[in-house]
């Protein structure tokens, strides 16, 4: 939601399909790149039972870095011989993830240029017709590439429906008060399906935006030193792989509080390292 909300900001900020395709690309691609290598050339030796050599001559390895390197059309999440005796099989099944948001990105790129995210009323329109599309056929909804996605589809649509309508949409308690009790009396009508996912949806994007928004509500500003927050994605799914392969699967809290910190240490570094350095890039290339 947060997504939707934010993207849809950045490119009518920007109104250029070329700057917000330059921005959308240096924030993705040069951290998940170098995840990628640490994973294939680093942690994959370290932690396969093949030998060396047929680790590095399986077909496999490489499509792992070249398929996911591009994010299209979808994950693949094991590498030969790596944590396949862990309670879940997989390297880093968070990136399921980043497919799904990069197909967001390119949706909100072909209403930008349409001129269609610049005009409210179209827009609503838009989003109107894809809501009943979902409605209808929610399995085919956003152009996603697999089934059950189709939520992440609607939170980001709501995102973007806020930013759009920010002027319109008053973020009180007297409207979080009526989506609730919507919310609530949808619950204990038994009504369920597609209908209580809409409001709950609605409900729930909301309330973030209330947190968000409220003037006494003020969160702690932890990007204060830096956005970390890729970085802590990218890396908690295959710390705690090895977390788990190394110290076993049954000492949790260890492996909680150990992960943790080792995730924070790569996402710090990769903020400082790639992140950073790639966002000053913003103009560079389009200049060339």
Same mark, same amino acid.
């Given at each position: 939601?947060?997504? %939707? +909300? ?18 959308? &690309?240096?924030? &993705? ?12 050339? @680093? ?21 792992? #870095? ?6 299209? *059309?979808? &994950? ?12 879940? *099989? ?37 989003? /109107?017709?894809?809501?009943?599309? +979902? ?16 939520? #992440? ?46 409001? +709950? ?18 969160? *702690?500003?932890? %990007? ?10 990218? +890396? ?10 190394? #110290? ?7 492996? /909680? ?10 996402? @710090? ?20």
């Amino acid at each position: 939601m947060l997504s %939707g +909300y934010l993207v849809s900001k950045s490119y009518l900020s920007r109104q250029s399909l070329l700057v917000y395709a330059e921005a959308r &690309i240096l924030r &993705i691609y040069p951290a998940l790149w170098l995840n990628l290598l640490l994973i294939v050339l @680093v942690l994959g030796p370290a932690a396969t039972t093949l030998d060396l050599r047929a680790y590095f001559s399986h077909q496999g390895t490489w499509s792992y #870095l070249g398929h996911n390197a591009r994010l299209f *059309p979808d &994950i693949l999440h094991r590498l030969p011989g790596v944590f396949l005796d862990n309670p879940r *099989p997989g390297v880093n099944g968070s990136l399921w993830t980043l497919p799904v948001e990069v197909r967001m990105y390119l949706i909100v790129a072909v209403l930008g240029a349409t001129r269609v995210l610049a005009h409210r009323h179209v827009f609503n329109a838009v989003a /109107l017709a894809m809501v009943i599309f +979902y409605a209808l056929a929610p399995e085919h909804f956003f152009l996603l590439h697999h089934p059950r996605q189709e939520r #992440l589809g609607v939170y980001f649509l709501l995102g973007a429906l806020f930013f759009v309508n920010a002027r319109q949409i008053p973020v009180t308690l007297t409207g979080l008060a009526l989506l609730s009790t919507a919310l609530g009396g949808f619950y204990w009508a038994s009504v369920r399906g597609t209908a209580f996912n809409l409001v +709950y949806a609605t409900w729930f994007a909301y309330l973030v935006l209330y947190i968000s928004f409220h003037p006494r509500l003020k969160m *702690p500003d932890l %990007g204060k030193h830096g956005d970390f927050s890729y970085g802590l994605y990218l +890396y908690a799914f295959p710390v705690t792989q090895s977390c788990i392969l190394w #110290l076993g699967p049954d000492r949790p809290w260890l492996i /909680l509080a150990l992960g943790f910190v080792i995730t924070l240490l790569f996402a @710090v570094l990769s903020w400082f390292i790639v992140e950073k350095p790639a966002l000053r890039l913003k103009g560079l290339l389009r200049g060339r």
